[in-house]
């Protein structure tokens, strides 16, 4: 059980980089137009999509990502600590 618990927290940190590479990709727009953004935004957009109908953006910055990735991390550490748990 724990094994498991552990593999998802490291597919939950393999995420969290994706999202980061992601997010970093939109301050380049011919990067995101690439395979690789197109791949990473097929993966990353359905994860952000409900955090930025929530949250609206403060003037031209989208906060959202920022609050997805925290959510994100606090996900992992209470699996961690379940892993630990049993």
């Not at 301050?27 to 929530?54: D, H, M, N």
């Not at 403060?58 to 997805?68: F, N, Q």
């Amino acid at each position: 059980m724990s094994f498991v618990l552990l593999l998802l927290a490291q597919f939950l940190k393999y995420y969290s980089y994706a999202l980061i590479i992601f997010i970093l990709m939109s301050w380049v727009p011919s990067i995101q137009q690439s395979a690789f953004g197109q791949f990473l935004g097929k993966i990353c957009e359905p994860y952000l999509e409900p955090f930025r109908k929530i949250i609206p953006p403060i003037g031209m910055i989208d906060i959202s990502p920022i609050v997805a990735i925290f959510t994100l991390q606090l996900a992992m550490r209470g699996i961690i600590s379940l892993a630990y748990f049993f």
